[in-house]
């Protein structure tokens, strides 16, 4: 569980603790003189005392001095950080692009494929030229669909290159044998965010549903169909989606690893969905040999059997396009681009576009994230960073445990198993002990699209290749670079990516106190996870198991 996704329904074991924690940091913070160099007192309040409004005191000289930038929908010390890290990784991507334009940087190397990645992003000219060119193939075989057959042919190609239609399938630790990964299918095939957006009455969710549709016409129209026509396919794609919406869990409901966690060998999955060939479809994504796949929904999946039954291949057709759209108008020329940002820019509020080379590097990221990871935490995160941060952990760690011994509301059972749990968290630190290995995936000179698509099967087909093996522990949820940090229940895990490791989370510079009252909240939040309503429903070794004594 990423922080960013869930400091709202964080619980802690001892709030009272934690609060008295704070305040005792903050006095150590004012008191420090070696901090005062750190510390500005202009970001508290002249006017509200800590009693009245803890949050004010703390936070409106911040406040009252930061306007959320136009390019954003929200701004904290978080965005600072993410700010400096774009800054760094803007440098190295630059550097790339050139070492390919100069010849130094060798075909298949690391520097050439995120210079190459990069660079064919940033290429505005080739952009424009091309038009939606690239993409001109997969919509010819969309077009071609004439039968199931051909329609389920159709979803595995689509779900290799990165677009989710109809459901989504993958791979995972099996909740309920943390050692091994198993194939997982999950309800999917959505355009907004979440179910919700397809119900709710209010004046925003109408209006976000009109842009939606807008979005779906004029993406077709920027391909030539006429208005008309656009504006009916959309309307159609959006009926077709809220039948897959009403079946589809809230979001509330997937918190419970209980009710998303169904066995299902593989041949009662086929007898379940008689419309829909699980045999030939694992066929086709190329996944290995699999008996059983843990279903998440298996109500959505008779659902999407039942409306594959009833609609028409034509209408299947039009929702796979508008959702391949989807998936490239951000990787196309300008025109494309401009309609993906007025849809998001009214679902999250952002008043201008970020500029393109912070959209290409976050794209980078996401495809070849511990390629570029590699070079960041060379100029980002010294060793010293990660032996500090793992001292840190290790007393956080000792809190947490005297804290659960001195608990009175647990019987002694529960007690022994939850430190039990806690003594086998595993942390990980700054970046991977091992690399990735991309020598797999090919990227070129263009068009970007392409090198996007490339991407995303490779990582499909990485994915895949999992099932049926052992779980490799070592492996990152997060790219090096990212500002955030997890609890991952199935591991047991708390990760801590080099990004998030830095000032004002994080100063090795700075005393103590500093450091545990920024990054050591966030420690302590994702420790907790893993006795939350989530959480507290796997054991030690990640397994989906009860360890709670009924009292």
């Known amino acids: 569980m990423s922080l960013s996704s869930t400091v709202s329904q964080q619980r802690s074991l001892s709030v009272r603790a934690m609060i ?51 390019d954003h929908s929200e701004w904290g010390h978080w965005d600072e950080i993410i700010e400096r890290n774009l800054s760094i990784l803007h440098e190295v991507l630059d550097k790339a692009r050139a070492d390919v334009r100069n010849g130094l940087a060798p075909k298949g190397s690391i520097q050439q494929k995120i210079g190459d990645y990069y660079g064919t992003g940033m290429d505005t000219v080739a952009l424009a030229k091309a038009g939606y060119t690239p993409v001109k193939p997969e919509l010819l075989r969309i077009a071609g669909i004439q039968s199931q057959d051909d329609l389920l042919k159709e979803v595995a190609r689509l779900h290799g290159i990165g677009v989710d239609v ?22 999917g095939g959505l355009g907004l965010p979440e179910r919700e957006y397809y119900f709710k009455k209010d004046p925003k969710s109408v209006e976000i549903r009109e842009a939606y549709l807008r979005y779906a016409a004029h993406l077709q129209m920027l391909t030539g169909l006429d208005s008309a026509k656009s504006f009916t396919n959309a309307r159609m794609m959006l009926a077709l989606e809220t039948k897959l919406a009403e079946a589809s869990m809230t979001l509330v409901e997937q918190r419970d690893p209980d009710s998303t966690y169904h066995d299902i060998l593989l041949a009662d999955l086929v007898a379940m969905t008689s419309h829909w060939s699980w045999t030939n479809y694992l066929r086709e994504i190329g996944a290995p040999a699999v008996n059983e796949v843990i279903v998440g929904q298996p109500n959505f999946l008779r659902t999407l059997d039942t409306l594959l039954a009833q609609r028409s291949i034509s209408d299947w057709k ?41 959209r290409r590097l976050h794209a980078t990221d996401g495809a070849l994230g511990e390629a570029l990871g590699q070079a960041y935490v060379k100029v980002a995160f010294p060793p010293a960073a990660k032996a500090g941060m793992l001292k840190m952990i290790a007393n956080l760690k000792n809190a947490l445990h005297d804290d659960l011994e ?49 991407a995303s099967k490779f990582e499909f087909d990485r994915t895949l290749a999992k099932i049926g093996k052992p779980v490799d522990r070592t492996e990152w949820g997060m790219t090096p670079p990212t500002v955030n940090a997890y609890y991952n229940s199935s591991m047991n895990e708390i990760v801590f990516p080099a990004g998030i490791l830095q000032p004002p989370f994080f100063d090795l510079s700075v005393d103590d106190a500093y450091n545990y009252g920024a990054i050591g909240a966030i420690i302590g939040h994702e420790m907790t996870h893993g006795f939350d309503d989530e959480g507290a429903k796997s054991d030690a070794q990640g397994n989906l198991k009860n360890w709670w004594a009924p009292e």
């Not at 109809?166 to 309800?187: M, P, T």
């Open 406 to 454: 001195h608990l009175d509301w647990i019987s002694e059972p529960t007690r022994v198993k939850a430190l039990e749990k806690l003594n086998a968290f595993m942390q990980k630190v700054g970046y991977p002990d091992h690399w990735r290995d991309y020598s797999n995936l090919m990227i070129d000179q263009g068009p970007f699209v392409l090198n996007s698509f490339r």
């Open 166 to 187: 109809l459901f989504s399938f993958g791979a995972d630790v099996d909740a309920k044998n943390s050692a091994r990964v198993v194939a997982v299918a999950y309800q």
């Open 20 to 70: 008295g924690f704070a305040i005792a940091s903050l006095v150590l913070l004012l008191s420090s003189n070696s901090y005062a160099q750190k510390f500005e007192r202009s970001e508290l309040s002249t006017t509200c005392k800590p009693c009245d409004d803890f949050y004010k005191y703390a936070n409106q000289g911040w406040l009252d001095k930061n306007p959320i930038p136009d």
């Open 318 to 358: 039009t929702y796979f396009t508008i959702h391949l759209l989807f998936r490239v108008s951000r990787s196309l020329d300008q025109k494309f681009d401009r309609e993906n940002f007025a849809f998001y820019q009214l679902l999250y509020g952002a008043k201008t576009q970020l500029p393109l080379w912070k």
